[in-house]
């Protein structure tokens, strides 16, 4: 069939350079050569095992095959402890709902607050499933820009304000994918302030709480007093605990976007499968020794790797937290994605342009901290041999 067959909405995706990096990188197999991939983040690391067996048994029970419709109030309860013990917040079961992993949340929470012609502000650079939020909606969707030179902070005072006029909603995500930044306390009262100001909901994107290199633990956004009253949190299993197949994530906060995101997913939606929250409420409410471990481990990678690149003259920074590190590419390359179809041909190792991030991550790279320490220093003496840095 012709593309007049289908949507402009679809027409308009593009494979884009995921596609050209998978080629290159079957085509380097093929060729018998060793690739190392720095490109998806996906943990390595096992789910703890009282989360695993919680999870089969319950597969073991027949009546849990059927249709969820409803979150159990256990699992519901579990989220509450959670919060309450880790980030110091007393939560109410009205502003808990679950959601098929964060990446499908975040697709259809536009729809809850958009007509065609709305705007929705989101992060550039910034993970790429922001902007998906506004256009599944048909959402006018505008780029606040995050620099190094600011921190990666948004620069609240030079959004325009016929822009914040037409705005329903502000995506904010710190820890930050992918540059890999935290933000300081100060910021959020802030935020919350001008989210106010201008009747803004702010949606917060949590999924590296629990993956910081910083003095301070990460914190939820909803610690902070008036949180509740403009926005939502976006709470993901899938980095903290291993389970990023098991797809489990939680919307959190303002009872009434709960209220009516909760309504929406009963529209297109049977629930979560009943194993995979039995094994929810087991991560939540077990013990978070290999949570820290895990951490601990991530960030000697983080050490690992950004200090092994500078030894060999690639100048790039330590990640404050996530599971990423965020470089500038070397001088002499046409291009971020130019510089990483390079880099995989000359040592197979696969990193993330960063214009796949938004025009402003052009000129960087993303790569993933999802191999060990032992491997890490074999790249570093692979990419040293080629001389790329000096």
């Known amino acids: 069939m012709d593309s007049s067959h289908f949507s402009t909405l679809i027409n308009d995706f593009k494979p884009g350079i995921f596609g050209a990096l ?21 943990p390595d690391f096992r789910p703890a095992p009282h989360v695993m067996k919680a999870i089969q048994k319950a597969c073991e029970k027949p009546e849990n095959y059927r249709y969820s419709l409803a979150d159990l109030p256990q699992l519901l309860e579990a989220v509450q402890y959670r919060y309450q013990n880790r980030f110091g917040i007393h939560i109410e079961m009205d502003e808990i709902m679950t959601v098929y ?16 012609g709305d705007v929705i502000l989101v992060p550039n650079p910034g993970y790429p499933m922001f902007e998906m939020s506004g256009i599944m909606a048909h959402a006018d969707v505008r780029y606040y820009t995050i620099e190094e030179k600011n921190g990666y902070l948004p620069d609240l005072d030079s959004i325009p304000e016929e822009t914040l006029k037409k705005t329903k909603f502000m995506i904010v995500s710190y820890p930050l994918n992918p540059v890999g930044v935290c933000a300081p306390d100060e910021f959020y009262p802030k935020l919350i302030t001008f989210a106010k100001k201008h009747d803004i909901v702010i949606l917060h994107d949590n999924a590296y709480s629990d993956i ?25 299993l899938s980095k903290s605990y291993n389970l990023t197949g098991a797809r489990i994530s939680f919307v959190v906060g303002n009872k009434d976007i709960v209220s009516k995101f909760r309504l929406l997913r009963s529209q297109i939606d049977y629930g979560i499968f009943y194993p995979v929250q039995y094994g ?3 991560a939540l409410t077990g013990p978070d020794d290999f949570i820290e471990e895990q951490r601990q481990q991530y960030a000697a990678r983080n050490r690992a790797l950004c200090g092994g ?21 070397p001088e002499g390359y046409e291009s971020s994605a130019d510089f990483c179809m390079k880099l995989m041909e000359r040592t197979g190792v696969i990193v993330t342009p960063g214009s796949a991030f938004g025009r402003n991550g052009e000129n960087y ?7 060990d320490e032992e491997t890490i220093a074999e ?5 040293e041999e080629t001389g790329m840095f000096r």
């Not at 910081?212 to 993901?236: I, N, Q």
């Not at 790279?365 to 191999?371: H, I, Q, S, T």
Request: proline content about 3%.
């Open 309 to 329: 690149l500078r030894s060999i003259g690639w100048n790039v920074p330590d990640s404050q937290g996530t599971m990423f590190v965020w470089a500038k590419i």
């Open 280 to 282: 929810a409420i087991a």
């Open 101 to 116: 992993g964060s990446q499908e949340a975040m697709a259809h929470i536009g729809m809850v607050f958009c007509d065609p």
């Open 379 to 383: 790249i570093i003496r692979v990419l």
């Open 365 to 371: 790279v993303r790569m993933a901290l999802v191999v």
């Open 212 to 236: 910081t290199f910083t003095d301070k633990p990460g914190r939820s956004f909803l610690s902070f007093e008036g949180a509740k009253d403009v926005g939502a949190e976006f709470y993901s």
């Open 22 to 42: 998978n080629e290159k990188k079957e085509e380097l197999l093929r060729a018998g050569r060793k690739v190392y991939n720095l490109s998806v983040g996906t």
